[in-house]
Nanobody
């Protein structure tokens, strides 16, 4: 398994921006971001695979952007125009292989998460 450490969460007003970062102990092509709000199941946010394969949940498309730095083994999530419904703990995940994954069960490594709170 890969060790993953998220950072960058915090409190922001609606319409604001945050940048989350995930530091990985080793390189993985397949990585993603998920989030879990209180009382809700963990849900897919964004994922990246080999090359330029990227996917977003419909709820964040056009507002969030996922990116990575292969040389630093880091994954980022740039979040713009944040809404109160984006409030959740955000988790970084990694999987073996090259293919992009959008299902949580397909990932074998998880970070502990970082809290994002958006006030109205």
């Amino acid at each position: 398994q890969v060790q993953l450490i998220e950072s960058g969460g915090g409190l922001v007003q609606a319409g604001g921006s945050l940048r989350l970062s995930c530091a990985a102990s080793e390189h993985r092509f397949a990585m993603g971001w998920f989030r879990q709000a209180p009382g809700k199941e963990r849900e897919f946010v964004a994922a990246i695979g080999y090359g330029i394969n990227i996917a977003y949940a419909d709820t964040v498309k056009g507002r969030f952007a996922i990116s990575r730095d292969i040389t630093e083994n880091t994954l980022a999530l740039h979040m713009n125009n944040l809404k109160p419904e984006d409030t959740a703990i955000y988790f970084c995940a990694a999987a073996e292989g090259l293919a992009l994954r959008t299902i949580a069960a397909h990932y074998d490594s998880w970070g502990r998460g970082t809290q994002v709170t958006v006030s109205s």
